[in-house]
């Protein structure tokens, strides 16, 4: 902060923050003390360096989304009745996408202004948020009390002897994560009608007086619809639930009905291609790290051979431009995300060369020299022949802007999350890829854990201005996450991040995520079969990862 401040023995977060307001955009939202994140309503003690973080921390951020939905949950419960249930059910861009599940009411915009303005009279009487500490048993008899069986027996598998609830006007719920204070920390708001419930928008990190844009992704949405129905499928729709499969042993029952999804699924996008095979001559496969692409690529290519078809893959990564030409960010550090890292001249003239039938010798990047070699890899197409390309930049147009649109099929691949913790705690995709990425990072490139986490903001924010933006673009979006594998990951990653130290940067996500894999049962991968997208991740996978 660059002050020096006295405070008594009783002063609290919140009024240290109150008396350096203006430092972070939007209110302040947390502190963080030495390396360890504090909430407001906590007393100060030590004499470390105090940072306050707001929403355009992301720290700050997901204890403003908490504190809309502490809201929003205790609103639905008063205006229509304690019985009534509501569920997270998954992120969309930045926004929670909520249903109310009470058969005898269908959500109209008269119900959902009416809702809104509910929590809007929170925002204005600013009730305080206590947190309470209680025994587990306690805990659960409240859950059980106020209706709440997911959180009940998410408590049964929980180690630890206590539990952490928190209150609002005699209401009692649980969040994985910190709190505001109170209710008027969290005035910009907004609840829009979506799909068959209704979406809650939060504001903008960079302009917190404003709601963040939004623009509908239909595509993105449809595969979060199929797959809440194929969670229902499995009978596993959170965390307990996924605990007591395992305890049941039914684990590898639930293993080998996600795998057989995923199959049918690959199978019906090799179809699609198949069908448009007159026209079709190059597919292009896009998505965000530890999405499973080049395990996603491999077995479409086999479905595309069962049905008659002769794949051709290429590399994009062996089209990069020399190394001194790659192009620099605003800190002079070579961006090898950017797209014209890529030598997309001879890319699309490669293209249109193999497309029309001519023999191509294809170039080899050498990562070591950063030069592209030629080594005799020849390919020339004939009829019943395609291309698939595998690379970050496959949905943006530019990569292949001399290919007619009508030659392309684009597929868009990420792990979205399938799984919630339970109906008010959603589990974050980001964190999924990132606990993928890590165990993947030291099985087969060591690194360690404090290595990858340090790197995963800079990946992310490559994401959100490479790919995200062209994913309404793919023809087809597969969801790669499954519904079992954090509890396999989790005897993975669990080490790793218990080697961070307290004095480490990465400390606090390692403490997030180590707190988050708590919640899961672990259990062997050992019915996991070898072409299985997992199996890039943890090893023993049948292709070239």
Same mark, same amino acid.
């Given at each position: 902060?660059?002050?020096?401040?006295?405070?008594?023995?009783?002063?609290?977060?919140?009024?240290?923050?109150?008396?350096?307001?203006?430092?972070?955009?939007?209110?302040?939202?947390?502190?963080?003390?030495?390396?360890?994140?504090?909430?407001?309503?906590?007393?100060?003690?030590?004499?470390?360096?105090?940072?306050?973080?707001?929403?355009?921390?992301?720290?700050?951020?997901?204890?403003?989304?908490?504190?809309?939905?502490?809201?929003?949950?205790?609103?639905?419960?008063?205006?229509?009745?304690?019985?009534?249930?509501?569920?997270?059910?998954?992120?969309?861009?930045?926004?929670?996408?909520?249903?109310?599940?009470?058969?005898?009411?269908?959500?109209?915009?008269?119900?959902?202004?009416?809702?809104?303005?509910?929590?809007?009279?929170?925002?204005?009487?600013?009730?305080?948020?206590?947190?309470?500490?209680?025994?587990?048993?306690?805990?659960?008899?409240?859950?059980?009390?106020?209706?709440?069986?997911?959180?009940?027996?998410?408590?049964?598998?929980?180690?630890?002897?206590?539990?952490?609830?928190?209150?609002?006007?005699?209401?009692?719920?649980?969040?994985?994560?910190?709190?505001?204070?109170?209710?008027?920390?969290?005035?910009?708001?907004?609840?829009?009608?979506?799909?068959?419930?209704?979406?809650?928008?939060?504001?903008?990190?960079?302009?917190?007086?404003?709601?963040?844009?939004?623009?509908?992704?239909?595509?993105?949405?449809?595969?979060?619809?199929?797959?809440?129905?194929?969670?229902?499928?499995?009978?596993?729709?959170?965390?307990?639930?996924?605990?007591?499969? /395992?305890?049941?042993?039914?684990?590898?029952?639930?293993? $080998? @009905?996600?795998? +057989?999804?995923? %199959?049918?699924? !690959?199978? &019906?996008?090799?179809?699609?291609?198949?069908?448009?095979?007159?026209?079709?001559?190059?597919?292009?496969?896009?998505?965000?790290?530890?999405?499973?692409?080049?395990?996603?690529?491999?077995?479409?290519?086999?479905?595309?051979?069962?049905?008659?078809?002769?794949?051709?893959?290429?590399?994009?990564?062996?089209?990069?431009?020399?190394?001194?030409?790659?192009?620099?960010?605003?800190?002079?550090?070579?961006?090898?995300?950017?797209?014209?890292?890529?030598?997309?001249?001879?890319?699309?003239?490669?293209?249109?060369?193999?497309?029309?039938?001519?023999?191509?010798?294809?170039?080899?990047?050498?990562? /070591?020299?950063?030069?592209?070699?030629?080594?005799?890899? $020849? @390919?020339?197409? +004939?009829?019943? %022949?395609?291309? !698939?390309? &595998?690379?970050?930049?496959?949905l943006n147009d530019m990569l292949t802007s001399e290919i007619p649109a009508e030659q392309k099929f684009k597929i868009f691949i990420s792990a979205m999350t399938q799984l919630n913790v339970d109906d008010h705690n959603r589990i974050s995709t980001s964190d999924s890829r990132l606990i993928r990425r890590m165990v993947r990072d030291h099985q087969?490139?060591?690194?360690?854990?404090?290595?990858?986490?340090?790197?995963?903001?800079?990946?992310?924010?490559?994401?959100?201005?490479?790919?995200?933006?062209?994913?309404?673009?793919?023809?087809?979006?597969?969801?790669?996450?499954?519904?079992?594998?954090?509890?396999?990951?989790?005897?993975?990653?669990?080490?790793?991040?218990?080697?961070?130290?307290?004095?480490?940067?990465?400390?606090?996500?390692?403490?997030?995520?180590?707190?988050?894999?708590?919640?899961?049962?672990?259990?062997?991968?050992?019915?996991?079969?070898?072409?299985?997208?997992?199996?890039?991740?943890?090893?023993?996978?049948?292709?070239?990862?």
């Open positions: 902060m660059g002050k020096e401040m006295t405070y008594t023995p009783c002063t609290t977060y919140e009024d240290l923050a109150k008396k350096c307001a203006g430092t972070v955009k939007g209110p302040v939202m947390l502190a963080r003390q030495e390396n360890r994140l504090r909430e407001l309503s906590r007393r100060i003690c030590g004499e470390e360096e105090i940072t306050f973080y707001g929403i355009d921390n992301e720290e700050g951020l997901r204890v403003y989304r908490r504190g809309v939905l502490f809201l929003m949950v205790k609103a639905v419960r008063d205006l229509f009745g304690e019985d009534s249930l509501v569920v997270v059910e998954h992120s969309l861009q930045k926004n929670l996408y909520c249903e109310i599940r009470r058969p005898e009411m269908k959500l109209t915009e008269e119900l959902l202004r009416k809702l809104e303005g509910k929590m809007r009279e929170y925002v204005a009487l600013d009730l305080p948020i206590y947190k309470r500490t209680m025994r587990k048993e306690e805990a659960r008899a409240i859950a059980r009390k106020q209706g709440m069986l997911d959180k009940a027996e998410l408590f049964r598998y929980r180690r630890a002897s206590n539990v952490n609830l928190y209150e609002l006007d005699g209401y009692f719920d649980y969040f994985y994560g910190y709190m505001p204070p109170s209710t008027g920390y969290t005035k910009v708001f907004h609840l829009m009608a979506y799909e068959n419930g209704f979406l809650i928008r939060f504001p903008d990190p960079k302009n917190p007086e404003v709601l963040r844009e939004f623009s509908d992704p239909k595509k993105i949405s449809a595969v979060f619809l199929e797959q809440m129905k194929w969670c229902q499928l499995m009978g596993v729709n959170n965390v307990a639930e996924l605990n007591l499969a /395992i305890s049941q042993d039914k684990f590898g029952d639930l293993i $080998r @009905i996600n795998e +057989a999804l995923h %199959e049918k699924k !690959v199978a &019906e996008i090799a179809d699609m291609i198949h069908k448009r095979m007159d026209q079709v001559r190059v597919v292009l496969i896009a998505g965000p790290s530890s999405s499973g692409k080049t395990s996603f690529a491999n077995r479409l290519c086999i479905q595309l051979k069962v049905l008659g078809v002769k794949p051709h893959k290429i590399s994009l990564d062996d089209y990069f431009v020399e190394r001194d030409k790659t192009p620099v960010d605003e800190n002079g550090k070579k961006n090898y995300e950017h797209i014209q890292a890529l030598d997309l001249p001879l890319l699309n003239d490669d293209l249109k060369k193999m497309i029309a039938g001519e023999c191509v010798e294809l170039p080899t990047y050498n990562f /070591i020299t950063g030069k592209r070699e030629y080594n005799g890899n $020849r @390919i020339q197409m +004939a009829s019943g %022949e395609i291309l !698939v390309l &595998e690379g970050i930049h496959g087969f490139r060591g690194r360690d854990a404090a290595t990858t986490i340090a790197q995963w903001d800079d990946v992310t924010e490559g994401e959100a201005e490479n790919i995200f933006p062209y994913q309404e673009n793919a023809d087809v979006v597969f969801n790669s996450a499954t519904i079992y594998e954090l509890s396999v990951l989790k005897q993975y990653a669990e080490p790793q991040l218990f080697r961070i130290r307290e004095d480490q940067p990465e400390y606090i996500t390692a403490k997030r995520l180590i707190k988050f894999l708590g919640y899961f049962l672990a259990a062997p991968g050992l019915e996991i079969p070898n072409n299985s997208l997992i199996k890039e991740f943890i090893g023993g996978s049948c292709f070239k990862v």
